[in-house]
């Protein structure tokens, strides 16, 4: 099942648990925005190279619309969409006054020199300047994009508006980013796991955990999870994956990753099959890649009781029913991995007064809101009697449909 259609499915059904109008579950499905530019640029050598451009803002009852840019092959509509939506359940989920909206450009980073990426970053945002804005909409990076490139979205856009530091997040901090916003999403899963471990009476310490994905997310969660004492016994990434039943050295593996692009040769692990980390013995399994990962093929072969989705739809809802059925927990991706655009809201307050906090009130004030998300999630859990995901989705729902509603729909 391809993400949007995941998402509608888990929208539809917190919408029937929530009993909500169905004119206005309609509303809610469609997007406010859906842009499609064209962005042509020259390439190094002289000859010209068109790209297709999207930025899709989903819903802003309850502020101006939020989420990432990504540079990718396979940016398409249906997933662009289904991504959208996600955010506005997720800045719903997380309390913080955002809306939903993502975008993208179909190309391969890898395969463009910086000065393309530059040019072909600046040609997207002349394409849309004027349907982005402080109030309206604010872009992120995503897969594919950084720092840098936000630099270069804040710079072009200030050309037309003024000096603009918060038209975007996740920016150097040279230039407005905020102190604890890079290791931010992988914090806030530290942060979910302990809540989630704190309610089953455990903690993290001796814990054993498989992380799919050592990137950005992946790599802060490892070394996060690590230094309170949790043991991390496998780690895949796009070069491969390794083992170590006896907890991998990750100030090591961080170390050899800087140094070789990716986790392949560490020789303090044993090397295995990437496709066989998921079903790798461990007490918890954060996927922190692709979606999509867990699916009715390998669902019934996990061996975690816990699964913490770093990553953004990483479970298929057919993965969901199974493992349901075995007593898996599983910690849905609206709230587990939010701490990104919480702390991203942390900046564009930060940039809005032009005063810029320590990292240490950055990392104590995303703790209180994981942790008070938490507990509005479970409220929501037994008010419905329904599962984490479903607890999530009706609270993130709820909150979207209530604005809605109260900002005067349908008159």
């Not at 079903?279 to 093929?297: K, Q, S, Y």
């Not at 898996?328 to 810029?356: C, H, K, R």
Request: hydrophobic share 40%.
């Amino acid at each position: 099942m391809n993400a949007l259609a995941a998402t509608n499915r888990n929208f539809k059904l917190a919408s029937r648990l929530l009993g909500l109008d169905s004119k206005l579950e309609k509303s809610l499905l469609i997007p406010f925005r859906e842009i499609k530019v064209e962005c042509t640029i020259p390439k190094d050598d002289g000859t010209l190279a068109s790209f297709i451009g999207f930025r899709v803002q989903h819903d802003n009852a309850r502020g101006p619309m939020k989420g990432g840019i990504r540079y990718h092959p396979e940016v398409e509509p249906d997933e662009v969409n289904a991504l959208a939506q996600l955010m506005t359940w997720k800045t719903a989920v997380a309390k913080i006054p955002y809306g939903g909206a993502k975008g993208g450009i179909g190309c391969d980073p890898s395969e463009l020199s910086i000065s393309e990426l530059e040019r072909l970053t600046r040609v997207f945002t002349q394409k849309i300047h004027d349907l982005i804005g402080i109030h309206t909409d604010v872009p992120a990076p995503d897969m594919g994009t950084g720092p840098q490139t936000m630099a270069w979205i804040l710079d072009e856009y200030s050309k037309f508006h003024g000096h603009s530091p918060a038209i975007v997040t996740g920016k150097p901090i040279d230039l407005g980013g905020s102190l604890g916003r890079d290791a931010a999403t992988g914090r806030g899963v530290l942060f979910a796991t302990e809540a989630l471990l704190n309610e089953h009476g455990k903690s993290i310490s001796g814990q054993r955990f498989v992380i799919q994905g050592f990137g950005n997310v992946g790599s802060w969660a490892a070394k996060l999870i690590n230094e309170k004492g949790g043991k991390v016994v496998a780690v895949s990434d796009v070069t491969g994956a390794i083992k170590n039943k006896n907890g991998i050295d990750i100030s090591g593996l961080l170390e050899h990753t800087e140094e070789n692009r990716g986790i392949k040769g560490f020789d303090g692990a044993d090397s295995i099959d990437p496709d066989s980390v998921l079903v790798e013995d461990c007490d918890i399994l954060v996927p922190a890649a692709l979606g999509g990962v867990i699916n009715r093929e390998n669902a019934n072969e996990i061996k975690a009781k816990f699964i913490i989705e770093g990553a953004n739809h990483p479970t298929d809802p057919e993965a969901d029913e199974i493992l349901r059925k075995k007593g898996v927990v599983i910690l849905p991706d609206i709230y587990a991995n939010s701490g990104g655009v919480t702390v991203s809201y942390f900046e564009w307050v930060q940039n809005i007064q032009g005063f810029m906090w320590d990292e240490e009130k950055v990392n104590k004030e995303l703790q209180n809101y994981m942790t008070r998300g938490f507990k509005d999630l479970k409220e929501m859990c037994k008010t419905h009697s329904c599962d984490l995901r479903m607890g999530a989705f009706t609270l993130g729902v709820n909150r979207v449909a209530q604005a809605t509603v109260i900002r005067g729909w349908g008159s």
